[in-house]
């Protein structure tokens, strides 16, 4: 009778702990989640930014944004004939 008693205290004590590490690995399991959503969320933004920038920096944009600030094609070249005293300068 002493057997089957503490074979029952064995078991309930095996699923008492069984119940505890479960719980734990659960709650772990949710925190890797949350991060990994997390990440999927971070690397999304990274994406959208990294377009933002190519499309900022593209020849288009800044060709745009340099005639806008008054920046003009020069159609002459303009060069000296003779050598200028600074050139000729020591």
Known sequence: MKGVVALSGV??????VSVTITNRSVDDSQVVADLNSQITALARENTILQASVADAGSLTALSDKITAAGFT???TIAALTVPSAVA???
């Open 88 to 90: 000729l300068a020591k």
């Open 73 to 75: 094609d020069t159609k």
């Open 11 to 16: 078991i309930v004590a095996l699923v008492l």
